[in-house]
Structures are given as structure tokens and as C-alpha cells.
């Protein structure tokens, strides 16, 4: 009978506490790369949460002050095309200025009074040009407006892309967690055998040690090499 050598079960203790000692290094590495990762999308999820309001405030902000400028303008325009449309319909500067030419100035009373006039058509083209002025502006705040609008909807984007980031980061959790269990399934397998092969190298010593007082025994059998499952 073959005498069974001692080193092949060494080794493969060897090869199962190497491999129980990766299973380790592997889960505390895994675990650390997924904590980090989460922290990281945490922040990232933190910073366009941030950044999205900021750019909301500010939309509404611009908005409201484009607002209250458009109805300010309106009324002013309405004033003055009133004021306007009443100077037009009226006679009175048609009939001074063909009296004045008939007769001659009819004093300075009427004199004052189409000064007074002119005055305030002249005031009046005046808030034209400052309207026109504020008009301009308002064109500004509006393109303004539509680029807030733009950023907004770009935030929004990032921010459906990062959803689809932390998807998939959950989906890769799942996969490390199944590979996690599978590796320490092995190696409880790997851990019972060691046992088993442990008892029966000691019962094959025993038997070694007795052997004159046992002439014969069956010979029990030896794993040469144990691939893990």
C-alpha cells in the first residue's frame, strides 16, 4: 500500500486559508469601493439638487421683475396714447394757429396756452424715448430669461443622467453582494472539506502509529488537489 504524504494536506490547508484571507480582503474592498461610491453620488446629487434651486430662485426672481416692468410699461402707454389720441381729436391747435394767422396773436394768454401745449408734447416724446429706453431693457431681461430657462433644463438633464448613474451603481451593488455571497459558499465548502481531510489524516495516523497491533486496515482515500466550486 502507498504511504500517504503528509505535504499534499498541508497544502491545501494552505491553499483554503489563502483563499479564506482573499475572501476577506475581497469583501473589505468591495465594501470600501461602494461606500466611496455612494458618497460620491451623494455629493454629486447634493450639488445639482443645489444648483437647480439656485438656478430656479433666480429664474423666478428675473421673471418676476420682467413682470412687474411689462405691466409698468403698459400702463404708461396707455396713459400716454390717451393723452395723445385726446390731442390729436382735438380742434384747439388748428383753430389757434388759423386764428393767429387771420388776426394776428390773440394775446399772451393764448400765447401761453399753446406754449403750454407744446410743452407738453414735447414732454411726452420724451417718455417716448425713455420707454424706448426701458423697451431695450426689457429685451435684455427676456434674453436673459430664456438663458436661465436653458440652464435649467440642462440641470434638469444632469440630473435625469444622475439618476440613471445611481441605477446602475445599485445594480453593480447587487452584483458585488451576489459575488460576495457565492465566494463565502465556497469557502464554507472549502472549510468542510478541511475538516473532513483533517479527520481522516488523523485517523490515518492513528492507524499508522497502531499498525503492529492492526495488522491490516482499509486505506482511506487522498485529495490531491480540491478545485473550488
Known sequence: MTKPCPCVVDDLQVKIETAADLAVLYGEKSQRTTEQHERQMEERQRIQSEETKRLRETHQ???????E????????LYVYNELKKRVEESTFKKD???????????????????????????MKSERIQEQGNKL????????????LEDQVINVLQQN???????????????QLSKEHQDLHGTLDRQTGLCQRLTQEKEQLMFKLKH???CPTFPSFPIVSEISPS
Request: aromatic share 4%.
Open 69 to 76: 416692468e411689462i405691466e409698468e410699461l403698459t400702463t404708461e
Open 96 to 122: 389757434l394757429q388759423r386764428n393767429i394767422q387771420d388776426h394776428g396773436s390773440p394775446g399772451p394768454f393764448w400765447e401761453q396756452e399753446q406754449e403750454s401745449l407744446l410743452f407738453v408734447i414735447e
Open 160 to 174: 435625469e443622467d444622475l439618476r440613471v448613474r445611481i441605477d446602475n451603481h445599485q445594480s453593480l451593488i447587487q
Open 211 to 213: 499498525r503492529g497491533s
Open 61 to 67: 426672481a428675473a421673471e418676476k421683475v420682467l413682470k
Open 136 to 147: 431695450l431693457q426689457m429685451e435684455v431681461l427676456v434674453e436673459k430669461n430664456l438663458s
